[in-house]
């Protein structure tokens, strides 16, 4: 079982619409819960950070932890265009190596 | 002002070659990162070090050697360069090794 996991896309939404990234974690132990934005040809982003359960939100972000279910989510509401990127998870603390999921691709629709 | 910087942005060399990665940041921070993202787009780690010191080495041929002369910098030297080290190779620091990373922009590797 991968350390931490992400559906990789695309997930294509409409503009306007609520976006919904997941990402599932297997070590229990884990602290600190990071969403970054990567745009193609560049370097990922740090948007959100997260480190007990319950919701964060940021301007048009939302991250939400749930460890008893080991997910965490990010929700982009109101999505733009300029959304569209790719939305790596990271997972930090426990026996965590640092390892990022795999990405999710989420394109935005005009 | 950048925050994480990286030299050279592009490497185009022969296979066989050796080359060096140069890596700063300015932050102020502990904890500094190397990692691959290779075609696929995936972003492994190969190395971190906290205050100098190697904290994490994963399972990356000895041909990579990081150094870090001081918690500012981390350079990557990478000996008898291969076809399969063609990739982006991304530097980061944190805060501490649990903290949110920022990430430099990246060197684009390409052996031929």
């Known amino acids: 079982q991968k350390e931490v996991e992400q559906n990789s896309g695309p997930l294509s939404v409409p503009e306007g619409a609520i976006a919904s990234l997941n990402c599932t974690y297997s070590?229990?132990?884990?602290?600190?819960f990071f969403w970054y934005r990567q745009y193609s040809g560049k370097s990922p982003e740090l948007i959100m950070s997260?480190?007990?359960?319950g919701d964060k939100e940021d301007g048009r972000f939302t991250a939400q932890l749930n460890k008893a279910s080991q997910y965490v989510s990010l929700l982009i509401r109101d999505s733009q265009p300029s959304d569209s990127a790719t939305y790596l998870c990271r997972v930090a603390g426990g026996g965590n190596k640092l390892t990022f999921g795999t990405g999710t691709q989420l394109k935005v629709e005009l | 002002d950048t925050a994480v910087s990286q030299t050279p942005k592009y490497l185009v060399t022969q296979m066989g070659n050796d080359k060096s990665i140069k890596c700063e940041q300015n932050l102020g921070h502990d904890t500094m990162y190397w990692y691959k993202q290779d075609s696929k787009k995936f972003l492994k780690i190969m190395f971190s070090?906290?205050?100098?010191?190697?904290?994490i080495n994963e399972t990356v041929p000895n041909r990579f050697s990081p150094k870090s002369p001081d918690k500012a910098h981390l350079n990557l030297h990478i000996n008898s360069l291969e076809l399969g080290d063609s990739a982006v190779y991304f530097c980061?620091?944190?805060?501490?090794?649990?903290?949110?990373?920022?990430f430099g922009p990246g060197t684009r590797l390409t052996v031929l």
């Open positions: 997260i480190y007990s359960n």
């Open positions: 980061a620091s944190s805060q501490d090794s649990a903290g949110g990373q920022f």
């Open positions: 070090y906290n205050n100098k010191e190697l904290i």
């Open positions: 070590d229990r132990g884990s602290q600190s």
